[in-house]
Structures are given as structure tokens and as C-alpha cells.
């Protein structure tokens, strides 16, 4: 079959990489893609939210399945845009309708929808911009330290953690009244810090079905020790030790059931991936946050240990068949080491040459800011440049085999975790 892949980073990188493996792919495409896709399948230059260029690359290339990788599409409607058109009235597309995609696209809209169905998550209390004084007098009597989340998309920096109250109402002027992030921050959701470790699980979901892939921990911290500012993800590991068997069932009766059935039960068509970032409070799971799509770089660490046929996966979610997949996981383990342009997630320099190994063992590179440069190599584009995934049967092997690939692969100021993964080798319950 013909598929058609929307994004350009990491996590579409490593979407191609396991689609093109599958005997069901006859002709893969990537719009945009980057330099990585173009290795394995056939970059088109359409932007993610050009939904009229493409529905014509899928009326044109005779697409038979749609995989939508990043968020901004899912949330502007692109499945709702694709399924109004004739001609693609019918088409199969992973990625949930554009109400579907509020569980990421309004911040406001998911706790709401977590409080309907009793999905335990932080306390929690939204204000818009009518409503500043309001606000400001509830952060006064609330403990600290306070959360304060942009409503919408801000591109993974509509989180604000605040120690002291001061700087909580100085911030929460600062996204309603200056609107530092824009439309997003029209509202802003006030929450309780919850403390515990942070864990991500993913469901791939029909609408009515689910299968829960391999969990996975990122790190989203600049700094080692997980120091300095927030960015996309600086890696990732899968699987997770503190995540056993007994929390996974809670994830799964507590979390996972009540956000398929509540989905169910309101009508919103979902068919796609619910990426659920929790947190394990004394053994105990809150949601800190839902996204429609798979996580970057989780999926990168994901991925490599899904064994069955992934198009087959996907086809499933598509055709409403998920209760009749063979979902089959591999016990490896799965470092994902993320490197990033100097300066990131600040200001950064673009176009240096990135010197790539030609080929690379125990592991699997992803590009994720990359672009040809005017002599035709790879240079830095991107804030976060390429993610590498080294696996082995434990996690100090996957870690080694992962840093020995990033040591082969250098640009000007070119910059990366060395700890990755760390933390949890000689973990402990």
C-alpha cells in the first residue's frame, strides 16, 4: 500500500524507518521529511499544515493509509479537513479528529475531560484574560512551588514551574496580559506540583480498542542532573524499571480504561496514539498531561522494540481492527541520546557540517533538525539535531552502544547529554 507520513523530525524519522521495514509498504512517502526520511522513502515538499497541497499529494500518489506525526495538523483539523473532501472521505488516517486532538490543544478541555471521568490528575483552577485579579488572588494562597500551563500549543514551552509566589504572579501576568505565548496563553491552567517520577505510556487506540505500547522515561532538562531550562527532550529510555507490573495495571484500570471509554462515551472520534505523561507519586499514577500523537524522543526509544509488523498496527487503528492485533514486544532495552545545537533551547547557530558515520551498529541514528546544505551535506537546522538509539539486553549496554554511535558524530558546538539513563541503572524500588 501507499502511505503518506506528515512531519519532519525525529519521531517521523523513526515512524519511516520502522514503516518502510513492513512487507505492506509498497511506496512510502514523507512530507516534508529531512535528509534521514530521504534515505528510505520519498520526501514531498508540503508543509505539515498545507491540507489543501496535501490532499492533492493523496489524491495524486493514490495514498492509501495517512499517518499524522506531529500536533499542530491534529489540532488545526486536518482529519476533519480530509474526511469533508470527496475524495477522501474514506481515506484510513491515524490521528483523531480535531476534537479528539483537544486533549493536547486545550489544556483546560483535557482536566475537564479528566475530571468527567475521574482519571486522577493534579488539582487544578483556569483563568482567562477577564479574570487576571482573580487569578492573582488565587496564586496568593496557593502552595508552592505553582504550575502555570499556557492553554494551548507553545511548542513544548507553555510550562512554567514558579517557587515563589512573586515570580508565579509576575509570570501569570505575563502569559494573559503580554500574552507571551501568544493564542495559547489566552488561557492559563494554574496546578498543583505533584513530586514523583515522570513516566510516559502509550496507547494506540481505535476509538473503542486500545493496545498499550512500551513505556518510556524522557529527560527534558539542558543540563545533567537534570539541571537548567526545559526543552523538547534531551532522551529517553525504554523500557522503564520503576514502571513493573503492578503500576502499569493502575495506569491501565485508573487511566488508560476511563480516557478510551470517556472518549467512547462523549462521541469523539479518536483513531491514533494518546501520549500519557504520568507521574508516580509514591507508586500511586496522575496524569500530568495528554498528547494525540507519540512523544519526541520517546518514540525513538519505542520503536526499535516493537517487533510485529508496525503497518499492521497501523492499519488496524485506521480500520477500527485494533481488538483483533497481535501487538509483540522485544525485552531489550533502548537508550535514545538526543544532540543539539549550542545555545539550544536558546538561540543557536544553523549550517554547520555534521560529520555522520556511514553506517552504525547495536543502534539506529534519526535525524530530526537537519537539512542539505548549498554542497549537499547534512547540516544543523533544527534546535535538537539527531537522536540515537543504542540497544543491548540491559540498559548500560543500550546506553553504551548508544554514546559509542554519538561519539562518532561531531559539528561546530554541536552539544548532548552525557546521562542519559543514568539514573536508573542501579535503580532501586
Known amino acids: 500500500m501507499n502511505i503518506l507520513l506528515l512531519g519532519s523530525g525525529g519521531r517521523e524519522h523513526a515512524f519511516a524507518w520502522k514503516i ?18 530521504a534515505k528510505i522513502a520519498q520526501n514531498i515538499g508540503v508543509t505539515v499544515t498545507d491540507f489543501e497541497s496535501i490532499y492533492q499529494v493523496i489524491v495524486e500518489k493514490d495514498i492509501e493509509l495517512l499517518v499524522v506525526g506531529p500536533e499542530e495538523p491534529l489540532v488545526k483539523g486536518i482529519v476533519d479537513f480530509l474526511h469533508s473532501r470527496p475524495k477522501t472521505a474514506s481515506l484510513p488516517i491515524v490521528g483523531p479528529s480535531q476534537k479528539g486532538a483537544l486533549l493536547e490543544g486545550s489544556k483546560d478541555f483535557s482536566k475537564q475531560f479528566m475530571l468527567r471521568h475521574g482519571i486522577p490528575t493534579a488539582s487544578y483552577a483556569t483563568f482567562n484574560a477577564s479574570q487576571v485579579q482573580e487569578g492573582l488572588d ?34 501569570f501576568k505575563e502569559m494573559l496580559v503580554d500574552a507571551k505565548f501568544g493564542e495559547a496563553s489566552s488561557k492559563v491552567v494554574v496546578e498543583e506540583f505533584l513530586t514523583g517520577i515522570e513516566v510516559s505510556v502509550f496507547v494506540a487506540t481505535d476509538g473503542k480498542s486500545y493496545k498499550i505500547l512500551p513505556e518510556a522515561k524522557d529527560y527534558k532538562r539542558i543540563g545533567e542532573g537534570d539541571q537548567g531550562l526545559n526543552t523538547g527532550g534531551m532522551g529517553a529510555v525504554s523500557p522503564v524499571p520503576f514502571a513493573d507490573k503492578i503500576f502499569m495495571e493502575k495506569v491501565e484500570q485508573r487511566i488508560v ?28 499514577p496522575y496524569v500530568i498531561e495528554y498528547n494525540v500523537r507519540m512523544g519526541d524522543p520517546e518514540t525513538e526509544a519505542v520503536l526499535p522494540r516493537i517487533t510485529s509488523d508496525f503497518v499492521g498496527l497501523l492499519k488496524d487503528i485506521a480500520h477500527s481492527n485494533l481488538v483483533n492485533h497481535r501487538l509483540e514486544i522485544s525485552p531489550m532495552h533502548c537508550t535514545t541520546v538526543v544532540m543539539v545545537s549550542g545555545g539550544y533551547p536558546e538561540s543557536y547557530e544553523k549550517g554547520h557540517a555534521i560529520t555522520l558515520p556511514s553506517e552504525v ?38 546506553m553504551n552502544n548508544a554514546y559509542r554511535i554519538v561519539e562518532k558524530i561531531s559539528w561546530e558546538n554541536a552539544y548532548f547529554r552525557r546521562d542519559i539513563g543514568k539514573d536508573l541503572v542501579s535503580f532501586r524500588k
Open 20 to 37: 518502510s521495514q513492513s512487507p505492506s509498504c509498497s511506496k512510502l512517502f514523507v512530507a516534508p521529511g529531512n535528509p534521514g526520511t
Open 138 to 171: 488565587y496564586l496568593e494562597n496557593h502552595s508552592l512551588p505553582i504550575v502555570l500551563k499556557a492553554d494551548g500549543l507553545a511548542a513544548g514551552k507553555g510550562v512554567l514551574i514558579c517557587q515563589s509566589h512573586e515570580e508565579a504572579a509576575s509570570s
Open 257 to 284: 480504561v476511563p480516557t478510551i471509554q470517556g472518549l467512547e462515551k462523549e462521541k469523539i472520534s479518536f483513531k491514533g496514539f494518546v501520549f500519557i505523561g504520568l507521574m508516580n507519586k509514591g507508586g500511586e
Open 361 to 398: 551498529s547495536q543502534g539506529v541514528l534519526f535525524h530530526a533538525g537537519t537539512s542539505l546544505g548549498n554542497s549537499g551535506q547534512v547540516v544543523n537546522q533544527g534546535g535538537r539535531v539527531v537522536a540515537i538509539t543504542g540497544w543491548g539486553d540491559n540498559l548500560q549496554e543500550s
